[in-house]
C-alpha cells in the first residue's frame, strides 16, 4: 500500500504542479543560466546512496563550501532561491525521486554522508527505511533555516540543536509506520503550509497518541527556545562534526 501510495500521489503531484514548476524553473535558469536543477548525494536505505534532484535555490557551486546546513541568511541562496525556499518549492522535484522508488513520500529526511557518518548507533535505524519528502520533524522543523541564522557555525548548531530532535521523531515514525500514519502526516504537511501553529498543536497530539514522552511531545509546540542536547544513543553533545560522538 505504501509503494501505489507513493506512485500514485507522485506521478499526480509531477502533472498537478508542473504548470508551477516549469516557470519557476525557468526562473532559475534566467537567474544565472546555469542548470536549473540541484542533483544532490544522499544517504539512503541500508547506507546506499542516491542522488536526489531539487530546484537550485543556491549559486553554482555553492556545495563546494563544505557546509550543509543552510541558514535563512545564507549568502549562498540566490535571490530567487529565497523564493523557492520559503514555499519549499525545491520539495516538489522530489516527487521524481518518489516516483523512481529512491524515496517515500513519507520517511525521514535523507541526509548527507558526513551526517550520517556521525549517526550513533541508534540513529542509524534511521537508515533501514527509504528516506521521504515529508515526515514529523519536517512539520516542526520547517523553519530550520531560520533556527540556524546567524549562527557562526549552521553545521555544528544543526548537530546541537535540532538533529537531536529530528532523529528521535525519525524514530517514533519508525516504530509506529502504517499507512494511517503516513495519510495523517501528507495532510498535516499541507496544512502547515498555510496554517502551521494549527498542525504543530495536531503534531503534539498524534504524538501523545503515540505514547511519546512529554518532553518531545512538548517539543512539537515549538514554544521553548532549542538548547543544545545530545543526540539519542549518546549522553555526549556534539562538539564537532570531526568524529561522531561515544555512547
Known sequence: MKRLLDILVSLFGLILL??????????????????????????????????????????????????????GDDPRITSVGKFIRRYKLDEITQLWNVLIGDMSLVGPRPNVKRETDLYTEEEKKLLTVKPGITDIASIVFSDEGDILEGKA??????????????????????????????IKLILLTVVAMLFRKFALLKIRRLLIGLNVSAELSNIALRE????????????EIVTSRLSPVSG
Open 18 to 71: 508542473s504548470p508551477l514548476l516549469i516557470p519557476v524553473i525557468v526562473l532559475v535558469w534566467l537567474h544565472d543560466y546555469y542548470f536549473p536543477f540541484y542533483i544532490a548525494p544522499r544517504v539512503s536505505i541500508n547506507g546506499n546512496t542516491f542522488k536526489m534532484v531539487k530546484l537550485r535555490s543556491m549559486r553554482v557551486n555553492a556545495d563546494k563550501a563544505g557546509v550543509d546546513s543552510t541558514s
Open 153 to 182: 557555525d549552521p553545521d555544528l548548531a544543526y548537530n546541537q540543536l535540532i538533529r537531536p530532535w529530528k532523529s528521535r521523531f525519525g524514530l517514533v515514525y519508525i516504530e509506529n509506520q502504517n499507512f494511517i500514519l503516513d
Open 224 to 235: 521553548e527556545p532549542l538548547v543544545p542536547i545530545p543526540p539519542p544513543g549518546t549522553t
